[in-house]
Structures are given as C-alpha cells and as structure tokens.
C-alpha cells in the first residue's frame, strides 16, 4: 500500500494513478532523464538510493508559473506527479524566465 498526504487525497490519487506514481517531469528541470527514456525515474515512496532519502510525490501544476492561490483550484487534470528535486528545480528555471518588471513601475514605497 502506498503512503498518501494527509489532505486533499481526492486531488492526490488521480494524479499519481494517471502517472503510475513516477515523477512525469522529461527534462524541464534542466536534467534530461536520458537513462530513463527521457522521464524522471523517482516513484512515490522509493528511495533516492542505496541509502538515500525516501521520496513523497507531490501533485502540482505543469506549469509552474502558475500562482499558488490558482493552483489550488486546478482540476486533478492539469497537475502533475513531481519528485521533490524536479519540483525544486523546474521552478527555479520557471522563474528566471519570467519578464521583468518594466523600469516605469511605480514601486510600492516610492515617494
């Protein structure tokens, strides 16, 4: 029997039923998962390693510029079975490619 969150089961288990609870990310964490046919090979509740830590998937948006406060509302059909490391590092890249801000924003501070 597999290990489960303690909240929001019912978004949860279609999630990580759909992705055979492995990690879906192919590469957009900046690894490209070559020798695994180019998808992450972490499943919920192996282990990193030999003597590594134990892995939890969580559920999340594809797209993870989206907002916290949308993602919470998205349909099990728009998120997607993350490892913890290509959660981290999907959305640290997912950042630097936002724009910037444009140099003619006010800022909240100034006078």
């Known amino acids: 029997?597999?290990?489960?969150?303690?909240a929001?089961?019912?978004?949860?288990?279609?999630?990580?039923?759909?992705?055979?609870?492995?990690?879906q990310c192919t590469g957009?964490?900046?690894n490209p998962h070559a020798k695994?046919?180019?998808?992450?090979?972490r499943e919920h509740d192996g282990y990193t390693s030999k003597r590594g830590h134990r892995i939890r998937l969580m559920a999340a948006p594809a797209d993870l510029?989206?907002?916290?406060v949308k993602a919470v509302t998205l349909p099990p059909g728009e998120l997607r079975a993350w490892c913890p490391d290509c959660h981290a590092a999907t959305a640290r890249l997912a950042r630097k490619r936002l724009p910037a801000a444009?140099?003619?924003q006010c800022g909240l501070f100034d006078l």
Do not use: H, I, N
């Open 28 to 30: 957009e964490c900046g």
């Open 1 to 6: 029997m597999k290990s489960a969150p303690l």
């Open 102 to 104: 444009p140099d003619d």
């Open 65 to 68: 510029r989206v907002s916290p």
């Open 8 to 23: 929001a089961v019912d978004v949860w288990l279609p999630v990580m039923e759909t992705a055979g609870y492995r990690c």
């Open 36 to 41: 695994t046919e180019g998808r992450c090979p």
